[in-house]
C-alpha cells in the first residue's frame, strides 16, 4: 500500500505546514478467494482511486460509496473518501470517514495518520498529537507521521520535541526533502538560525531549485545580519520565481535594515504588484514612507495594509507615529488605545485558539 502520495501544502507565507494524506491501492480479488460482491466492491474503489487521482473528487466519493455499499468492511474505501472530502475543503466529513476507519482497523496507520492532518487542519492540535503518536506505535517505519507530528508538535510552539520527531524521520530517510525542510522551518521559528541555514543548505545540495528554501534561507541570513549573502539568495529565489511576492517583500526588509529605502520602496511595490492583498507589503511600503518623510503617502499605504488586515498590530501602531508627524494627536491616540485593546485580547486569548 503506498504511502508517498503527492504533499497537501499549507504555507501561508512563512507558516509552517507541509502534511502528506495517504491513498491505497488494491486489485481485484480472484473468483476463488473472494466473492463476486467484494470483487465488484474492488473494481468500484479502484476506479475511485483513479478519479481521485484525475482531482475529480466527487466522482470519486460516489465510487468509493458504492464500493462500501458491496464491502462495509474494509477500511481503505472510508479512508480514501476522506482524502476526497479534504481536497474539498469539507474536513469535519474528512475526519468522520478516518474515524469509521479506524473503527474497522484501529492500528490504520495510514488513516491514523490522516486524521492527524485533517484534525491539525481544525485547530484541534491535541487530538491531531494523539491520532499522529498513534500512526507511529502503529507503524514506527512511518516516516510521513513523523514528519506530521513534527509540524503540529511546532504549531504549539513545542519545537525540541518537534525536532526530535523531524529527526525520527530523517533516520528513515536522511534525504528526505519535507523532513528537511519542515526541520529547518521549525529551527528558523525557534530563533536557531545557524542550525536552521545547515538544513536548508542540505536540502539545496539535494536540489537546488527551491525558491521558497532560498527564501527562508535569506531570512535566517538576514536575522544573523549576513545582509550581502541575504539578498544573494533571495536574488536566487526571485531567478526561479520571478513573481514570488514574499521574496521582494523581503527584500525590501533588508533594504530597510541598510536604510535604502528608495530601493525597499521598489521591492515593496514589486511584491504588491504581484499580489495586490499582501498586507505586509503595504505596510512595509508606508514605513519606507514615512522614513522618507512623505507622511500623506505613507498613510495611504498604511490605510491599505488595515484594510486588508483590520487587527494589524505593527500597522496600526505605524499609523499612529503617522498621524503624529501630521499633528493629529488625538487621531493617534485612538489608535493607540485600539492598538492597547488588542493586545490586552490577544494576551488573554488561549494558546492555539485557531488554526
Given at each position: 500500500?503506498?504511502?508517498?502520495?503527492?504533499?497537501?501544502?499549507?504555507?501561508?507565507l512563512t507558516v509552517l505546514a507541509t502534511s502528506c494524506v495517504t491513498t491505497g491501492d488494491r486489485t481485484a480479488p480472484s473468483?476463488?478467494?473472494?466473492?463476486?460482491?467484494?470483487?465488484?466492491?474492488?473494481?468500484?474503489?479502484?476506479?475511485?482511486?483513479?478519479?481521485l487521482r484525475s482531482n475529480d473528487y466527487r466522482g470519486a466519493i460516489k465510487l468509493f460509496e458504492k464500493s462500501v455499499q458491496?464491502?462495509?468492511?474494509?477500511?481503505?474505501?472510508?479512508?480514501?473518501?476522506?482524502?476526497?472530502?479534504?481536497?474539498?475543503?469539507?474536513?469535519?466529513?474528512?475526519?468522520?470517514?478516518?474515524?469509521?476507519?479506524?473503527?474497522?482497523?484501529?492500528?490504520?496507520?495510514?488513516?491514523?495518520?490522516?486524521?492527524?492532518?485533517?484534525?491539525?487542519?481544525?485547530?484541534?492540535?491535541?487530538?491531531?498529537?494523539?491520532?499522529?503518536?498513534?500512526?507511529?506505535?502503529?507503524?514506527?517505519?512511518?516516516?510521513?507521521?513523523?514528519?506530521?507530528?513534527?509540524?503540529?508538535?511546532?504549531?504549539?510552539?513545542?519545537?525540541?520535541?518537534?525536532?526530535?520527531?523531524?529527526?525520527?524521520?530523517?533516520?528513515?530517510?536522511?534525504?528526505?526533502?519535507?523532513?528537511?525542510?519542515?526541520?529547518?522551518?521549525v529551527l528558523e521559528k525557534w530563533g536557531k538560525y545557524e542550525d536552521a541555514l545547515k538544513c536548508y543548505d542540505d536540502l539545496?545540495?539535494?536540489?537546488?531549485?527551491?525558491?521558497?528554501?532560498?527564501?527562508?534561507?535569506?531570512?535566517?541570513?538576514?536575522?544573523?545580519?549576513?545582509?550581502?549573502?541575504?539578498?544573494?539568495?533571495?536574488?536566487?529565489?526571485?531567478?526561479?520565481?520571478?513573481?514570488?511576492?514574499?521574496?521582494?517583500?523581503?527584500?525590501?526588509?533588508?533594504?530597510?535594515?541598510?536604510?535604502?529605502?528608495?530601493?525597499?520602496?521598489?521591492?515593496?511595490?514589486?511584491?504588491?504588484?504581484?499580489?495586490?492583498?499582501?498586507?505586509?507589503?503595504?505596510?512595509?511600503?508606508?514605513?519606507?514612507?514615512?522614513?522618507?518623510?512623505?507622511?500623506?503617502?505613507?498613510?495611504?499605504?498604511?490605510?491599505?495594509?488595515?484594510?486588508?488586515?483590520?487587527?494589524?498590530?505593527?500597522?496600526?501602531?505605524?499609523?499612529?507615529?503617522?498621524?503624529?508627524?501630521?499633528?493629529?494627536?488625538?487621531?493617534?491616540?485612538?489608535?493607540?488605545?485600539?492598538?492597547?485593546?488588542?493586545?490586552?485580547?490577544?494576551?488573554?486569548?488561549?494558546?492555539?485558539?485557531?488554526?
Amino acid at each position: 500500500m503506498n504511502k508517498n502520495r503527492l504533499l497537501l501544502i499549507l504555507l501561508p507565507l512563512t507558516v509552517l505546514a507541509t502534511s502528506c494524506v495517504t491513498t491505497g491501492d488494491r486489485t481485484a480479488p480472484s473468483k476463488d478467494k473472494a466473492s463476486k460482491i467484494k470483487a465488484r466492491a474492488a473494481i468500484y474503489y479502484n476506479e475511485g482511486l483513479t478519479a481521485l487521482r484525475s482531482n475529480d473528487y466527487r466522482g470519486a466519493i460516489k465510487l468509493f460509496e458504492k464500493s462500501v455499499q458491496l464491502n462495509s468492511e474494509d477500511p481503505w474505501p472510508y479512508n480514501d473518501t476522506g482524502v476526497a472530502y479534504g481536497k474539498l475543503g469539507m474536513l469535519e466529513k474528512e475526519v468522520a470517514c478516518y474515524d469509521k476507519a479506524i473503527e474497522l482497523d484501529p492500528i490504520f496507520a495510514q488513516a491514523l495518520n490522516n486524521r492527524g492532518i485533517a484534525l491539525h487542519m481544525l485547530g484541534r492540535y491535541g487530538e491531531a498529537r494523539q491520532s499522529l503518536e498513534s500512526a507511529i506505535k502503529a507503524d514506527l517505519l512511518y516516516e510521513s507521521a513523523h514528519v506530521n507530528l513534527g509540524i503540529v508538535l511546532a504549531s504549539q510552539n513545542e519545537y525540541e520535541l518537534a525536532v526530535l520527531s523531524l529527526d525520527n524521520a530523517l533516520r528513515l530517510n536522511p534525504s528526505s526533502e519535507r523532513a528537511l525542510f519542515n526541520k529547518g522551518l521549525v529551527l528558523e521559528k525557534w530563533g536557531k538560525y545557524e542550525d536552521a541555514l545547515k538544513c536548508y543548505d542540505d536540502l539545496l545540495r539535494l536540489h537546488r531549485s527551491y525558491p521558497e528554501v532560498h527564501l527562508h534561507k535569506a531570512i535566517c541570513l538576514a536575522q544573523l545580519d549576513r545582509l550581502q549573502e541575504a539578498v544573494s539568495a533571495l536574488e536566487q529565489a526571485v531567478r526561479q520565481k520571478p513573481d514570488y511576492a514574499e521574496a521582494f517583500y523581503h527584500q525590501g526588509l533588508i533594504q530597510q535594515k541598510l536604510e535604502r529605502h528608495e530601493e525597499a520602496l521598489k521591492s515593496f511595490d514589486e511584491a504588491i504588484s504581484f499580489l495586490s492583498s499582501y498586507a505586509e507589503a503595504h505596510h512595509g511600503k508606508a514605513r519606507s514612507l514615512a522614513k522618507l518623510e512623505q507622511w500623506e503617502a505613507a498613510l495611504e499605504a498604511c490605510d491599505e495594509a488595515i484594510r486588508l488586515k483590520p487587527q494589524f498590530i505593527e500597522a496600526l501602531n505605524t499609523r499612529a507615529t503617522i498621524l503624529q508627524a501630521l499633528g493629529s494627536e488625538d487621531e493617534s491616540q485612538a489608535v493607540l488605545d485600539q492598538v492597547n485593546k488588542l493586545e490586552s485580547e490577544e494576551a488573554e486569548a488561549p494558546p492555539n485558539a485557531a488554526p
